[in-house]
Every structure is written in structure tokens, then in C-alpha cells.
């Protein structure tokens, strides 16, 4: 999902980027000329450029760079997961276990690259507004129903609910969940082992994320984090009276970003640095992938990771 924070950034891309910003710690942007004076478009092709959004995988991460829309990506690559289409803008990305996908800028449909088959095999001549990478399945939101509409194996296949439109829709191992138009409520579909599937009822929330086996999101109330599924290793218990503008579930933590400061804060395992976010550093969104952690700096826009790096997951 892109987060409201960033429409702004994207709006850019899908104006063919007459006018490209930059996500700021305040929600402004920097034009293209202010960037370009800075040294940050001209690295457009180099490593590490400015991002608009990131998404990360199991082992690899990729994200959409602020001067093209063109995505691109780094980590481990052996079924093809980070190397995306040459040339070709993206709204949206987002990272799987062997796949990755994202909304193409030209006509809003899905193009995914990776691992050949059900995963890589997006419905074609549908437009979507939203799209998550899970283990073995993919969902988007259509553009012309709202409705979510999924493809991958069919050993974990999941079936959205008919006649239901989502704002929003991410895709865990085998369930996701989203947040239904009609009243804001969570709806989750697919297999339970942890209670994943059973969102809190009452609970509104401006957001959520799916992670292995649990769920987070951002209370419509409060701006607190609430977390069900799966709490083995305290990935569901998130911290109490911090108020989070954005949150990422990975395989085993979660981690979110403090409305107070700007700086991410996470929970859960830990066992690999993943949930050890460095210190003074400011993001405009994040992202948790499986053992590692990426997001946006504020500053630069530009990726910074920590965790686990035994992909070159963490090195943009």
C-alpha cells in the first residue's frame, strides 16, 4: 500500500514527473531543480538513489526511485525477485518471498517478476489501485470494483470475499486482511494458525500490515499500535501510549514509525538486528521484510536497513 503520506510523491511519478517530490519529515516535498541542485537526480543510476517507497522481501528489497518511477532493487536475486523491468515507471511495489510485483504508471496493471509461474502470472487487462506480495499468493484492490483479487499457488490459495471493496489490503503467509469501504471495519480471509484471521471486532484502524502469522495496525482512535495473531515472540505486543503515523508487520516483528519524532521504533524478534533501528534517524515510511528492516530517510530519501544481510538485503 502507498502511504498517504507518499500519494504526493507518487502523484509525481504518474504525471510523468514533470514535477517529482521527495517525502520531507513534514509532509513537503523538494522539486526535481531543488533535488538536481543537490546532486539527487543526477545519481538517478547509482547506488542507493532516492526513493518514493520501499518494500521488503524474505531476502531482498525493492523500491521506486523519485526520479523515474522506474524500481529498483537489491539482495538476493537467484529467481530473478530484484531484477525488475529496465525502463518502465511504477506507482506501486511490492516485495514477495521469490517474487515481486508493482503497478505499472502507464496503465495501472500488475507486472511481476521472479520466480516463474502462479506467483509471476498477474491477471491481464485488469487495472488495480493496490497490490501486496505475500509467501505464495499476491493480492490487489481492482480498479473498477474495489474488490481484492488474488493469484498464486493453489496449495494456500485465497479467496476474497465476494462483493466486498477494500481501501486497503495486505497479504501475509497464508491469510490477508483489509480494510473494508463500506465501514471501515478489518476483513481477513484465508488459513488460521494463530488466530490471524480473527481481526478485533469494533476496532477501526487507518492502517495495517500483515505479517507471517500476525496482523498490526493503527488505531483509528488513538494512533496506537494494535497487533493480533501470532505473539511468539512478542510480535504482537507493541509498545504502550506511542502514537505510530505508519507501521510494517515482518515474519516475527513489527516495527512502526513514532509520530512524536519521526524515528522507528519495533518490537518482536530480534535475533538478527531486525528489530534494532538505528538511533536519531528520522523516516518518511519503512518497511519489515522477513529478518531484515528498511525505510526512507527523511533527509535524503535515500534506503537505509539493518538486520540481517546475508542477501545484501540491507546494502542499496
Known sequence: MVPPYLLSAVACVMAVLSAACLPTSDGSGRSRRDMAEDGDVTDCDGENPPLVMLSAGEGHTCGIRACDGVVHCWGGGLDGQSTPPEDLSFVSVSAGTWHTCGIRASDGQIQCWGAEGPLTTAPVGVSFTDLSAGFRQTCGIRSS????????????ELIPPAGV???????????????RSSDGQTE????GMAGQEIPPTGVLFDSLDAGQVHNCGIRSSDGQAQCWGSDSDGQSTPPAEVVFTSLSAGERHTCGIRSSDGQAQCW?????????????????SLSAGYWHTCGIRSSDGRAQCWGDNSSGQLTP
Open 145 to 156: 470494483d474495489g474488490q481484492a483479487q488474488c493469484w498464486g499457488y493453489s496449495d494456500h
Open 165 to 179: 471493496a477494500f481501501e486497503s489490503l495486505s497479504v501475509g503467509v497464508f491469510h490477508a486482511c483489509g480494510i
Open 188 to 191: 481477513c480471509f484465508g488459513a
Open 268 to 284: 518482536g524478534k530480534d535475533d538478527r538486528g531486525q528489530s534494532t533501528p538505528p538511533a536519531g534517524v528520522v523516516f518518511a
